[in-house]
Structure formats: structure tokens, C-alpha cells
């Protein structure tokens, strides 16, 4: 009897060694890498503490997570974007299997509907300084996007208020980003929506990244339901001041602390994260119907979508919630106005904008834009020109205002008949032209009959010389006619 116990204390013991073994060699094929950005010792502005609070705390989670830290603090412009550059180095030589992440807690701008990362140097006496002394967020967006990596994530606790009073034509807070228009495998959290300001709290550290040391450490939670929670958390200890927002076009699922091992994404979560991009106003209505106010409120905030605050506004009115929803309500919808008229980037997208946010706190950029596009323009001919107009109706619905009750004339399907017009109008020209010459040509026989006695040599050679001569020069002449005209249509 002992010796078949001793057979199955073996074998026990062989297969438990054999999984710590497996363990490691498992666990390694995610390699995890972060980098985290605490801008506190601004140098022209006020500092910020708690960004260096923010940075130091999130490394220490990260840290814990399995991630491999590099921590950067108080970086100028040339520091930070050689940062950003070494660390994309090391995510391409980790390989496909890696997991990027970004943290960055310090000052944020957005300037003509472009957001900046703000280095601890940077010195701005006007807005066009921006784009020079600044970092591009899309520039660190795309640096990471175009490695082969298993996910990027991105957090900014960056929407602060603007802390450069010579820049007021800067928008509040950070314009929106989707990572669906880039690389898959993408994920970008802010610390509150686009367009807003975010807190830095009363204690240690802001009210973002204290929420997220808190909920990130619990196992075994998919990252979207990780910033949801986060969400909800930030909402309730600012009181519905600052609402976190994010976008996600991740493709394999991700937990901070469990196995995620690069998985494919949860099938609960992608079906909620269907279902939550087809729900209508409507359905919106259907699912708060009945419920208390509160519980209400935490639903749509977890949501964080138009149609969802739409139907609580509508169902709530005398909530003490529903003022703040409203507010956020109204905001979101002229941020995605602004997202799509700077994407559009034509004249009718700036003029749709203003003809229902003419008193934002972007119009003045709007107005700028507008007339940067309209300069663009100047030469076009009248039918290019029209051509974007249909895109100023699209962008009506975005809006709260109700859509204009003329139809926009210049619309692609009247363009078209006038354009089959001209091209219709060309074909009798030419036969004009080809008609004339054939009467002009005598007969063989009246040439013969006609013909003169047969002219000397010499008035022969005088003949060819002038005809020869005086048909190359014009001929030439035609021939630079022709490229003059061709330049001329190419400018205009």
C-alpha cells in the first residue's frame, strides 16, 4: 500500500512542479510596458502638485500590474518627445505581444481642434506658439500606433483649466479623439469629457487618478468595465462636475490585475458595447422607465452616450441630477459638431458649426478657421467650390437646433446636370470644325485641266521656302499657345 502512494506523491509533485514551470513561460507572453509623465514644475505658470502625486501613484500600480515602468517627470519639449521616442523603441523590440501604456497628469491644450501635450518650458504669448513649443497628442497617438502591438492605452489627466492667459481663443478643456479613425488595438481614457475642465481635488491626487488606483486594482475586471466604474466614481466625488471619458477599438481583452493573456475581447462586454452604440433615445426611454432617479443616473453615466442623457433629461426633468445632465448633454453635442467640422475642414463645416454655436468658446477659432479655408479657396472654380455644402446638412442633426427649413441648393445631384451639360455641349463644336475644310478641295481632274505651264526652277525653290517656312512658324507659334493655356487652366 505505501508504494502506490508514494507513485501518486510523485506524480503530485511532478505536475505541480511542471505548472510553476508553465506558469512563468505563460505570463510572459503578454510583456507589459509603461511609461508615466507627471508634469508638475511648470516653469512660467503655476506648479502642479498633485501631477507628480498622480505619476508616482499610478507607477506604483503599474508597477504591480506586471508592467515594466519608465517614469519621466517634468519634461521640456526636446525631453519629452526624445522620451516618447525611446519608449516606442523599446514596445517595438518587445514584439507583437506587448501591451503599451501611456499615463500623463499635467496641462493639456486644445488649439484649433488639436490637442497638445504641455512641456514644463513651454512659454506661449500667443496660440500660434502652441504648435512650436508643444507636443502633438496625435503625434504620440500615431508614434505607438503604427508598431505591431497587442494594445495601447492611453491616460491623459490632462483637462485642466488653460493656464496661459495670453492663449483666449483656446478652448476649454480637450477635444475629442476616437481611436476608431487610427490603428486597432487602441484605448484612450480622459479625465473628464471633451470640452471640459477637470479638478485637481482636495487631497493627494486629483479625483481621476484617485479613482483609478482604487478600481484598477480589483482582479479579474475587463478594462472597459475598469473605466466605467471610474466613471461612476469621479461623477460621484465631484458631483457631477467631471465625467471621465473614453474611447476604445481594443480587439483583445485586457485586465491591470488577472489573466488576460491576450485573449479576445469579453463577449459580454463587446455585447454590451453593441448594444450600447445601437441604443436609441427610445430605447433609452424603455430601459429608465420605472427606475429611481439615482439608479437612473448611474446607468447613463456609465454610458456616457448622447442617447442616453437625452432620455434622462426627458424622463427627469425635476431630478436634482437632470441640470448637470443637461449641461453635459448640451456640451457633448457641440464637441462632436466641432470634431466633425475640423475633420471636415471645409467652409460649409465651419458655417454649419457657427450657424448653431456662434456663442461657444470655440466660434472664435471656428471663425478662423473659416476664413483660412475660404483663403484656400479663393481660386477655385464656382461648381468646386459648392460641392461641400451637402456636408454642412449632415452636420445639422448633431446639433439641438432645429434644421434649416430651406434645403441646401448646392447639392451633388444638381451639380452633376450642369457638368453633363458642358460635356454635351463639345461634340457640335468639333463637327463645325471638321466640316469647313472639304468643300475647299478641287477635284483631281480640275487640278490637271487648271494647271498652269509648269513654272521655272527658281520660282520653284522661292515656293517651298515660303511655304516651308511660313507653315513651321505658325505651327510653332500654335504649339505655345496650347502649353500657355494648359498652365493657365492648371493655376485656376
Not at 515594466?68 to 521640456?76: F, I, K, Q
Request: net charge neutral.
Amino acid at each position: 500500500m505505501r508504494r502506490p502512494l508514494l507513485c501518486n506523491l510523485i506524480v503530485a509533485s511532478s505536475l505541480l512542479a511542471l505548472s510553476q514551470l508553465m506558469t512563468p513561460i505563460d505570463a510572459a507572453a503578454e510583456a507589459r510596458l509603461a511609461l508615466v509623465i507627471g508634469q508638475s514644475a511648470y516653469r512660467t505658470v503655476p506648479e502642479l502638485p498633485n501631477a507628480a502625486n498622480d505619476a508616482k501613484g499610478m507607477a506604483e500600480l503599474l508597477g504591480n500590474a506586471g508592467f515594466n515602468v519608465t517614469t519621466a517627470p517634468n519634461l521640456s519639449q526636446n525631453e519629452m518627445r526624445q522620451t516618447i521616442s525611446d519608449f516606442a523603441g523599446k514596445v517595438s523590440a518587445s514584439g507583437a505581444d506587448t501591451v503599451a501604456l501611456v499615463f500623463y497628469a499635467g496641462h493639456g491644450l486644445q488649439i484649433d481642434g488639436e490637442n497638445y501635450l504641455v512641456p514644463v518650458d513651454l512659454d506661449p504669448k500667443r496660440g500660434a506658439d502652441i504648435p512650436l513649443q508643444g507636443v502633438r497628442l496625435n503625434d504620440l497617438l500615431n508614434t505607438l500606433g503604427a508598431l505591431p502591438t497587442r494594445a495601447r492605452i492611453f491616460m491623459l489627466d490632462a483637462c485642466r483649466n488653460n493656464p496661459f492667459p495670453a492663449l483666449s481663443g483656446a478652448g476649454h478643456g480637450l477635444a475629442i479623439v476616437d481611436t476608431k479613425a487610427g490603428a486597432p488595438g487602441s484605448f484612450i481614457s480622459y479625465s473628464t469629457s471633451p470640452g471640459a475642465e477637470a479638478e485637481d481635488g482636495s487631497g493627494a491626487d486629483s479625483p481621476y487618478t484617485t479613482a483609478a488606483l482604487t478600481v484598477a486594482k480589483q482582479p479579474n475586471i475587463p478594462i472597459e468595465e475598469v473605466f466605467k466604474r471610474i466613471r461612476i466614481a469621479v461623477a460621484q466625488s465631484t458631483d457631477g462636475r467631471q465625467i471621465p471619458w473614453e474611447s476604445s477599438s481594443l480587439t483583445t481583452d485586457f485586465k491591470f490585475f488577472g489573466d488576460s493573456s491576450g485573449q479576445p475581447a469579453a463577449p459580454g462586454a463587446n455585447a454590451m458595447a453593441l448594444a450600447s452604440a445601437t441604443r436609441s433615445v427610445a430605447d433609452w426611454r424603455k430601459d429608465l422607465q420605472g427606475k429611481d432617479a439615482k439608479v437612473a443616473y448611474d446607468l447613463v453615466i456609465a454610458d456616457d452616450t448622447v442617447e442616453a442623457y437625452q432620455a434622462y433629461v426627458e424622463l427627469y426633468a425635476q431630478a436634482s441630477y437632470t441640470p448637470r445632465l443637461r449641461t453635459v448633454l448640451e456640451r457633448r453635442r457641440q464637441m462632436l459638431a466641432w470634431d466633425r467640422a475640423v475633420a471636415i475642414n471645409t467652409r460649409a463645416s465651419f458655417e454649419a458649426y457657427l450657424a448653431n454655436w456662434d456663442n461657444s468658446d470655440l466660434a472664435a477659432t471656428a471663425r478662423r478657421l473659416l476664413l483660412r479655408v475660404q483663403n484656400r479657396n479663393y481660386s477655385l472654380p464656382v461648381a468646386a467650390a459648392a460641392v461641400p455644402a451637402p456636408i454642412a446638412v449632415a452636420l445639422a442633426p448633431t446639433c439641438p437646433c432645429t434644421a434649416p427649413s430651406t434645403p441646401a441648393t448646392p447639392i451633388n445631384p444638381i451639380v452633376a446636370p450642369v457638368i453633363k451639360k458642358r460635356v454635351d455641349d463639345t461634340p457640335p463644336k468639333r463637327k463645325v470644325v471638321d466640316t469647313p475644310p472639304k468643300p475647299r478641295r478641287p477635284p483631281p481632274d480640275e487640278v490637271v485641266e487648271r494647271a498652269p505651264p509648269g513654272p521655272s526652277p527658281e520660282a520653284v525653290g522661292v515656293g517651298i521656302g515660303l511655304g516651308i517656312g511660313l507653315g513651321m512658324g505658325m505651327g510653332g507659334h500654335g504649339g505655345g499657345m496650347g502649353r500657355g493655356g494648359d498652365y493657365n487652366r492648371g493655376r485656376y
